[in-house]
C-alpha cells in the first residue's frame, strides 16, 4: 500500500520539505502545526494559549482531510518554549479532548518557527 499525502487549504501550507499529513495502513500521521493564518500564512495569537488555539484549529484541518477527527487521535506531542506555558495550553488542549484522552508527550525546546510557543503534532486512526 503506498503512503497518501493528505493536504488542505483549511490549515497552513508546509513551510518545508515535508506534508500536512500522511495516510498509511489505516493512520493518519500529522505533521505539527503552528500557530499560522492559514490564509495569510502569518502567526498568530500572543500567548501560548491563544496561539495553541489556532494551532488545534489548524490540526482539526488536517484530521478532516484525512478522513479523521480529534476522537480518533491516539497519540500526540506537544513542543512548548516555555513549560511555564504548560497549565494554559494543557487548559486549551483539553477542550479538544473532554472524554477521549490520546497517549501524549509534552517536551521543552529552545526556539519553534516563526518564533511560536507551541506546536502540537498527532497521530490518528484514518477512516
Do not use: W
Not at 502545526?33 to 495553541?52: C, F, N, R, S, Y
Not at 517536551?107 to 510557543?117: D, F, S, T, Y
Amino acid at each position: 500500500m503506498k503512503p497518501e499525502i493528505v493536504a488542505t487549504g483549511s490549515a497552513p501550507a508546509a513551510i518545508g520539505p515535508y506534508s500536512q499529513a500522511v495516510k498509511a495502513g489505516g493512520m493518519l500521521y500529522c505533521s505539527g502545526q503552528i500557530a499560522l493564518d492559514p490564509a495569510t500564512m502569518q502567526m498568530v495569537g500572543a500567548t501560548a494559549a491563544e496561539q495553541a488555539e489556532r494551532v488545534l484549529q489548524n490540526l482539526e484541518a488536517v484530521l478532516k482531510a484525512g478522513g479523521s477527527s480529534f476522537d480518533k487521535v491516539v497519540r500526540t506531542t506537544i513542543y512548548l518554549v516555555s513549560m511555564a506555558d504548560f497549565a494554559a495550553v494543557n487548559e486549551v488542549y483539553g477542550k479538544r479532548f473532554p472524554n477521549h484522552k490520546p497517549a501524549r508527550a509534552t517536551v521543552a525546546v529552545k526556539e519553534l518557527p516563526k518564533q511560536g510557543l507551541v506546536e502540537i503534532d498527532c497521530i490518528a486512526i484514518a477512516s
